[in-house]
């Protein structure tokens, strides 16, 4: 420090030799360490007494310890040197050599050499996943983004999907689909179905044949993207539904117009699927089959009640009255809801007498009560209905009250005259209309069946509207 300080005023030695005379101090007393990190400072740009230093370091054991030190910017070592240091760490340590090959650029050493090295290494330990690691990392620098690829994979490290869409190795994956899909369904499907452009949707329906349950997440979320994309696909997916997930085969047969319904229908009759039969049975015009299986397997008055109401047909209550007619449950189901829907006269006169039915009161109530409510609701619609009849007939009456402006420049719409004659002193008679055509009286034909009512001939000729009334002016 007082070198440096004083180093224009010192003759007999040289900064930079006192320098070294620290290190060779430093290095003799063991710290190692302290030793390294002031390399930066008494070697500076010498590249020879770098290249020195480094291999005093190896022949005391201590590489380890100049490694992080070692320039890396503009000036460079010799490729030697950085290969030595990275041999070193691949014997003795695998942590260390990975953090070296991640900070170092790929351009201070020989990548195939060191690649080589790794790959020697593999052979002793093939499932160690630091090295695979570093070894895929290598590969990158070198651009053999395939190989890569493939250890990521293999790993299934996260980087594999950033990997591809920072590369575009869409042309690499196609016959790994599988292995992508096996490390992460949601991302590997995102992925495939934001770049359909780059594989297609038959060549991932094509890799994953022989994994249905991959399949099926794939295709699903197509279907959910786009209902048509993948319509040619739609058959199989019935029966991808019924074995993975049938939650969701009711609501794709619903939005489905692709897929074959007697197809559908078959494999849900195969499987007992009385919910998805009951639907495609709807669908395919059979409703009255539909209502049968509701009623007899799954027992639901209500639902049965809801489909009937969906189909809003006459002869599927009448079925479902029937059915019900000598199951108590059944009728208080249909007493609760049918008011609004059939006349509940026509299910109660067909109520044996003596039956018990429970709740029959509060159900009784509830039908005089949605009856009041109906009765009340027309009422009031009646009110609004004669309300505005009336302001409009208020209003229309206003505006054909209304006088209408006759001046020198009006013409009579049939001989094309002006309408008023030019001396006003003799008299003139004029019609008029609502419409605002106007005639001499002796222009407009006869008058009609009706005494007394006249139509403006270019409005009737169309439609009897606005000018079927009259002002007429008399002088």
Same mark, same amino acid.
């Given at each position: 420090?007082?070198?440096?300080?004083?180093?224009?005023?010192?003759? !007999?030695?040289?900064?930079?030799?006192?320098?070294?005379?620290?290190?060779?101090? @430093? +290095?003799?007393?063991?710290?190692?360490?302290?030793?390294?990190?002031?390399?930066?400072?008494?070697?500076?740009?010498?590249?020879?007494?770098?290249?020195?230093?480094? *291999?005093?370091? #190896?022949?005391?054991?201590?590489?380890?310890?100049?490694?992080?030190?070692?320039?890396?910017?503009? =000036?460079?070592?010799?490729?030697?040197? /950085?290969?030595?240091?990275?041999?070193?760490?691949?014997?003795? &340590?695998?942590?260390?050599?990975?953090? $070296?090959?991640?900070?170092?650029?790929?351009?201070?050493?020989?990548?195939?050499?060191?690649?080589?090295?790794?790959?020697?290494?593999?052979?002793?330990?093939?499932?160690?996943?630091?090295?695979?690691?570093?070894?895929?990392?290598?590969?990158?620098?070198?651009?053999?983004?395939?190989?890569? =690829?493939?250890?990521?994979?293999?790993?299934?490290?996260?980087?594999?999907?950033?990997?591809?869409?920072?590369?575009?190795?869409?042309?690499?994956?196609?016959?790994?689909?599988?292995?992508?899909?096996?490390?992460?369904?949601?991302?590997?499907? &995102?992925?495939?179905?934001?770049?359909?452009? #780059?594989?297609?949707?038959?060549?991932?329906?094509?890799?994953?044949?022989?994994?249905?349950?991959?399949?099926?997440? /794939?295709?699903?979320?197509?279907?959910?993207?786009?209902?048509?994309?993948?319509?040619? *696909?739609?058959?199989?997916?019935?029966?991808? /539904?019924?074995?993975?997930?049938?939650?969701?085969?009711?609501?794709?047969?619903?939005?489905?117009?692709?897929?074959? @319904?007697? #197809?559908?229908?078959?494999?849900?009759?195969?499987?007992?699927?009385?919910?998805?039969?009951?639907?495609? $049975?709807?669908?395919?015009?059979?409703? !009255? !089959?539909? +209502?049968?299986?509701?009623?007899?397997?799954?027992?639901?008055? %209500?639902?049965?009640?809801?489909?009937?109401?969906?189909?809003?047909?006459?002869?599927?209550?009448?079925?479902?009255?029937?059915?019900?007619? %000598?199951?108590?449950?059944?009728?208080?189901?249909?007493?609760?809801?049918?008011?609004?829907?059939?006349?509940?006269?026509?299910?109660?006169?067909?109520?044996?007498?003596?039956?018990?039915?429970?709740?029959? !009161?509060?159900?009784?109530?509830?039908? @005089?009560?949605?009856?009041?409510?109906?009765?009340?609701?027309?009422?009031?619609?009646?009110?609004?209905?004669?309300?505005?009849?009336?302001?409009?007939?208020?209003?229309?009456?206003?505006?054909?009250?209304?006088?209408?402006?006759?001046?020198?420049?009006?013409?009579?719409?049939?001989?094309?005259?002006?309408?008023?004659?030019?001396?006003?002193?003799?008299?003139?008679?004029?019609?008029?209309?609502?419409?605002?055509?106007?005639?001499?009286?002796?222009?407009?034909?006869?008058?009609?069946?009706?005494?007394?009512?006249?139509?403006?001939?270019?409005?009737?000729? #169309?439609?009897?509207?606005?000018?079927?009334?009259?002002?007429?002016?008399?002088?």
């Amino acid at each position: 420090m007082a070198a440096e300080i004083s180093f224009k005023n010192i003759k !007999r030695h040289d900064v930079q030799k006192i320098g070294m005379a620290f290190l060779d101090h @430093l +290095l003799k007393n063991g710290e190692y360490e302290v030793a390294a990190r002031k390399c930066q400072k008494v070697l500076g740009k010498n590249m020879e007494l770098w290249e020195n230093e480094v *291999y005093r370091f #190896k022949e005391i054991g201590q590489l380890k310890a100049i490694s992080q030190y070692l320039p890396r910017g503009d =000036l460079r070592l010799r490729p030697a040197i /950085y290969e030595m240091i990275l041999h070193e760490f691949l014997k003795t &340590d695998y942590e260390g050599f990975a953090t $070296l090959i991640r900070e170092w650029p790929g351009e201070l050493y020989n990548n195939m050499a060191i690649v080589q090295a790794v790959n020697d290494h593999l052979k002793r330990d093939p499932s160690n996943s630091t090295l695979l690691t570093t070894l895929a990392e290598l590969y990158t620098y070198d651009q053999r983004y395939d190989k890569a =690829l493939e250890i990521y994979l293999r790993l299934r490290h996260k980087d594999v999907y950033q990997l591809i869409h920072k590369h575009n190795l869409f042309s690499s994956i196609e016959d790994k689909i599988v292995l992508l899909m096996d490390f992460d369904k949601e991302k590997a499907v &995102d992925m495939l179905l934001d770049n359909e452009d #780059k594989i297609s949707i038959d060549r991932v329906v094509e890799e994953l044949a022989d994994r249905p349950e991959l399949l099926h997440v /794939y295709l699903h979320k197509l279907f959910k993207r786009d209902h048509h994309k993948g319509q040619k *696909y739609h058959e199989r997916q019935i029966g991808l /539904y019924a074995e993975y997930d049938r939650p969701n085969l009711l609501p794709f047969l619903r939005d489905s117009t692709h897929c074959p @319904l007697e #197809k559908a229908l078959e494999i849900c009759q195969e499987r007992n699927f009385v919910e998805e039969t009951v639907f495609l $049975l709807s669908r395919m015009g059979n409703c !009255r !089959r539909a +209502l049968q299986m509701i009623m007899e397997e799954l027992g639901d008055v %209500d639902k049965a009640i809801e489909f009937a109401k969906e189909q809003d047909d006459g002869e599927l209550w009448d079925d479902l009255i029937s059915y019900s007619i %000598d199951k108590p449950p059944f009728i208080t189901g249909l007493l609760n809801n049918i008011g609004t829907h059939v006349d509940p006269i026509l299910l109660i006169n067909r109520i044996k007498e003596g039956m018990e039915i429970p709740n029959l !009161r509060d159900s009784l109530v509830k039908i @005089l009560h949605d009856y009041n409510l109906q009765i009340l609701l027309r009422e009031g619609c009646k009110k609004i209905l004669v309300a505005d009849s009336l302001s409009l007939l208020q209003k229309m009456h206003r505006t054909q009250m209304r006088g209408v402006r006759v001046n020198e420049d009006s013409i009579c719409e049939s001989c094309h005259a002006t309408i008023l004659p030019s001396e006003m002193s003799k008299s003139f008679s004029v019609v008029v209309f609502h419409c605002r055509h106007m005639f001499h009286k002796e222009c407009l034909p006869s008058q009609g069946t009706i005494p007394g009512l006249q139509f403006c001939n270019i409005c009737s000729a #169309k439609r009897r509207g606005p000018g079927s009334g009259i002002l007429e002016m008399k002088k």
